[in-house]
């Protein structure tokens, strides 16, 4: 279902319902819009399952049980189009609810916004992918309610991701990761995984976050800024072993920057950011077993 929405109102609600296992809902917009997920299971085997292509504010109400399948390739792009994920949006995708959302992909990420993703309310989202990252929103990811869970394989991939900031205000978050390191051949460098990863700023304030990476060279929490723990409960187990022809050499639960002695080593650490780290409240448990 291609959905073009040229309306004058300002706000438009879709219901999906139903499955569907060689389909998908894709929007063209120019309004705020609500996506209703009301017991649908969509699978697309060659993109995208939701493609929302508007860039104004885009509601996901979950209700009921829930599906969203990619394929291994995305092979019905157009041209000037973007798709990233299984549950792509060019705007910011904002999702609650009481239901439960499970999202499987196998060509791309989970859910990717090319703004903001926002996790409120109470819905239970299930991420797990084996090709790119868990959760990635580009300005921002931001969880304050709900029950999140991601769980990522593929190499130097994270669970949650944002160009600029990732902030947990709440909720019940569960990240597992277990890929290794790879080479990134759009930034010419070697790149390990995380199970979360903030370009600018990382802040955990409430609620409760779990994270475990058995991927070598693999980080915990990972950011380029600096890192505020105001509240909350943060717990990181890393098994991975440190990788390259250095090994890093500072392996470890936390530890500043660039931690290399050659180009491709990576060393693996529970919490690692370029920037100060900041202590001010809630709990910090760290466990690493490469020292």
């Given at each position: 279902v291609v959905a073009n929405n040229t309306s004058s109102s300002e706000k438009v609600q879709y219901e999906l319902s139903g499955s569907t296992s060689n389909g998908?809902?894709?929007?063209?917009?120019?309004?705020?819009?609500?996506?209703?997920?009301?017991?649908v299971s969509i699978t697309n085997p060659e993109g995208a399952a939701i493609n929302n292509q508007g860039k104004k504010r885009c509601y996901v109400i979950v209700n009921g049980s829930n599906s969203l399948s990619d394929g291994s390739a995305y092979t019905q792009t157009?041209?000037?189009?973007?798709?990233?994920?299984?549950?792509?949006s060019e705007g910011q995708l904002i999702f609650s609810g009481s239901g439960s959302l499970k999202v499987t992909a196998s060509g791309k990420s989970g859910?990717?916004?090319?703004?903001?993703?926002?996790?409120?309310?109470?819905?239970?989202?299930?991420?797990?992918?084996?090709?790119?990252h868990g959760?990635?929103?580009k300005d921002a990811v931001i969880v304050s309610g709900g029950t999140l869970e991601a769980r990522v394989s593929a190499a130097m991939k994270?669970?949650?991701?944002?160009?600029?900031?990732?902030?947990?205000?709440?909720?019940?978050?569960?990240?597992?990761?277990?890929g290794g390191v790879a080479y990134d051949s759009d930034d010419a460098e070697y790149k390990a995984s995380a199970g979360v990863k903030a370009d600018q700023v990382f802040v955990m304030q409430d609620g409760?976050?779990?994270?475990?990476?058995?991927?070598?060279?693999?980080?915990g929490v990972s950011g380029d800024g600096p890192g505020y723990f105001q509240g909350g409960s943060l717990t990181v187990t890393?098994?991975?072993?440190?990788?390259?022809?250095?090994?890093g050499g500072m392996g470890g639960g936390m530890g500043p920057g660039k931690s290399s002695a050659s180009d491709n080593s990576k060393s693996a650490k529970g919490i690692k950011f370029d920037g100060n780290i900041y202590i001010s409240a809630g709990t910090v448990i760290v466990k690493a077993s490469n020292h």
């Open positions: 998908y809902f894709k929007v063209y917009s120019n309004n705020k819009q609500a996506i209703v997920l009301n017991n157009p041209d000037g189009e973007d798709e990233k994920a299984a549950f792509f859910i990717t916004s090319d703004d903001y993703v926002h996790f409120m309310g109470s819905p239970v989202v299930s991420v797990t992918s084996s090709a790119g959760i990635r929103g994270k669970g949650v991701a944002s160009d600029s900031l990732v902030c947990f205000r709440g909720g019940e978050t569960t990240i597992a990761v277990t409760s976050l779990t994270i475990t990476n058995s991927g070598s060279g693999g980080k890393v098994t991975g072993s440190n990788y390259g022809s250095s090994g």
